[in-house]
């Protein structure tokens, strides 16, 4: 660990070297500052804000982890020519692009609500839980975004299944699942249609955003599912323990792709 410790300082001056960081930024803040102007920083606020989220995360996440593996892929020969684990190195390169991402993240949520003055009282929790999340998605779609670039040597193929996955999970897999509650609606489909949300982690953090708020009809045709099916803590715990399954996961397999990869 005091390896991977040493190694992730030049790693996290190559991340920061990019501007996405700070053009994520600019946009997050300048989104909460409009809605904080034109909403009033209430519930509406919040699941706006909850929804540019989910899809300004899982796809920064993605594309930023994609490129940065092909991006380090110099500076990774050199580290792997000198006395260091590959296990290390996994780590240090991996915490050198997540934990940017999602400090960025929370800081673009919260700083907006902290200069208006608006993150006290009833705010507090649900913001600390937005951002929470918001860190948990960039850290996964890092994850995610690991696993395609190490498995994908040509990086434009790696950046094309890297937007296909955003935009299959973040875009159009709610509506796939209302296409198909619609086509399947005489059946009993409230089993399959959980299954089909615990195989999308973005749906799941929404959901679990979301559930038990008085935002329900935003939820979407699973999120409606799993507030009748599964509204108690112990359905909460379950969202959570499969979200972070989806973080565990592919780390791991990222890892052992790293270990075996011939650079």
């Known amino acids: 660990m005091n390896t991977a410790l040493r190694v992730l300082p030049p790693v996290l001056r190559d991340a920061l070297r990019g501007r996405w960081l700070l ?37 920064i996440g993605l ?5 940065q593996v092909h991006h380090a892929r110099e500076m990774t020969e050199l580290l792997l ?16 692009t997540a934990l940017p991402l999602a400090a960025v993240v929370v800081v673009g949520l919260l700083a907006p609500f902290l200069w208006h003055g608006m993150l006290l ?7 600390l839980a937005l951002a929470g999340a918001a860190a948990g998605l960039a850290m996964l779609s890092t994850a995610l975004a690991f696993v395609i670039a190490l498995g994908a040597d040509d990086k434009v193929r790696a950046l094309g299944i890297a937007l296909g996955v955003w935009l299959v999970t973040a875009v159009l897999w ?6 198909l509650a619609l086509l399947f609606g005489d059946r009993p489909i409230e089993l399959p249609m959980l299954v089909m949300l615990a195989l999308n982690p973005f749906d799941l953090a ?19 599912v799993v507030q009748r099916s599964l509204g108690s803590s112990g359905g909460r715990a379950m969202l959570v323990s499969l979200l972070t399954l989806w973080l565990v ?8 792709s790293f270990a075996r990869k011939d650079f």
């Open 63 to 67: 594309v930023v982890g994609t490129m």
């Open 121 to 127: 009282g009833d705010a507090l929790v649900p913001m």
């Open 174 to 179: 709610d509506g796939v699942l209302l296409l």
């Open 81 to 96: 020519a000198q006395p260091i684990a590959r296990r290390t190195l996994f780590v240090a390169l991996y915490l050198g």
């Open 23 to 59: 053009g994520l930024l600019a946009t997050l803040l300048l989104i909460g500052e409009l809605l904080l102007r034109f909403s009033g920083g209430g519930a509406t606020t919040r699941v706006s804000l909850l929804d540019v989220v989910l899809i300004l995360t899982p796809l």
């Open 206 to 224: 929404r959901v679990l955003l979301l559930l038990g708020s008085d935002a329900a009809a935003l939820l979407g045709y699973t999120g409606a």
């Open 249 to 256: 996961v592919p780390c791991v397999i990222a890892a052992r």
